[in-house]
């Protein structure tokens, strides 16, 4: 069962309405709605669950820094993520299922990371 987050809703997108920008955890990302069976409204806080999508080609790095979030890419849904590899779990702005990259690439376990994301998916 995947963990839900509170999530503040600060914008909807006018153009693209499954594109909405949240405050989580001190954090503001962009994300997109996969799934939603209700209508949101701007200004309100709501229960979410998240989902990482990532590039065949995964870029990750070592991050030196130890800086825990997300680096949102100009007006797309692409973003730096950063967090701790902590098993199959990537620990940043909230707990990421981090299975793929866990058993895909071992030698970033126990490491603080950066890596590169095509978006991260919402259900509300």
């Given at each position: 069962?995947?963990k ?6 600060m914008?909807?997108d006018a153009v ?10 001190g ?18 806080t709501?229960e979410?669950e ?8 995964i870029?990750?790095?070592v991050s ?8 949102m890419?100009d007006d797309s849904?692409s973003c ?19 299975h ?13 990371i950066?890596?590169?994301?095509i978006?991260?998916?919402l259900a509300f």
């Amino acid at each position: 069962m995947t963990k839900k987050y509170s999530a503040l809703v600060m914008e909807i997108d006018a153009v693209v309405e499954e594109a909405v920008v949240l405050l989580v955890n001190g954090v503001i990302a962009k994300c997109f709605i996969n799934f939603c069976s209700f209508k949101i409204e701007v200004g309100k806080t709501y229960e979410v669950e998240f989902e990482l999508v990532l590039p065949d080609s995964i870029s990750m790095v070592v991050s030196q820094d130890g800086y825990v979030g997300v680096e949102m890419e100009d007006d797309s849904f692409s973003c730096v993520l950063t967090g701790y590899l902590d098993g199959v779990v990537l620990r940043s702005f909230i707990d990421f299922d981090a299975h793929n990259i866990h058993y895909d690439y071992p030698f970033f376990n126990q490491k603080f990371i950066k890596i590169n994301v095509i978006r991260i998916d919402l259900a509300f």
